[in-house]
């Protein structure tokens, strides 16, 4: 049974730092698709970045530059550290996975199993 727990979540100032973290377990880990989503009420869920088996990333063009995608295989874990926090980058974050991602694309059609959530809120 695939699960996928995120952690790391909280309140910052715009500018900081907050590095989340997904513990997943019941697959084999190495070989998935990564991805981070986001989502606010009433919008769609949004790809943010993603991690293929060899360790590719893809990063959606608002997070560029200031959010990094990383994992530990030996740890089952994933991660994103998101720098330079904007108030426009609050939202529930999901991680998810999946057996196949076209490379890591950031479509959510492509990612069959998804963890609960974990809220980010960055006030101005």
């Known amino acids: 049974q695939v699960q996928l727990v995120e952690s790391g979540g909280g309140s910052v100032q715009a500018g900081g730092s907050l590095r989340l973290s997904c513990a997943a377990s019941?697959?084999?880990?190495?070989?998935?698709?990564m991805a981070w989503f986001r989502q606010v009420p009433g919008k769609g869920r949004e790809g943010v970045a993603s991690i293929v088996s060899d360790g590719s990333t893809r990063y959606a063009d608002s997070v560029k530059g200031r959010f990094s995608i990383s994992k530990d295989n030996a740890k089952n874990t994933l991660y994103l550290q998101m720098n330079s926090l904007k108030p426009e980058d609050a939202a529930m974050y999901y991680c998810a996975a999946s057996a196949y991602c076209s490379g890591g694309d950031l479509r959510r059609r492509w990612y069959s199993y998804w963890g609960q959530g974990t809220q980010v809120t960055v006030s101005s």
């Open positions: 019941g697959f084999t880990y190495f070989r998935y698709c």
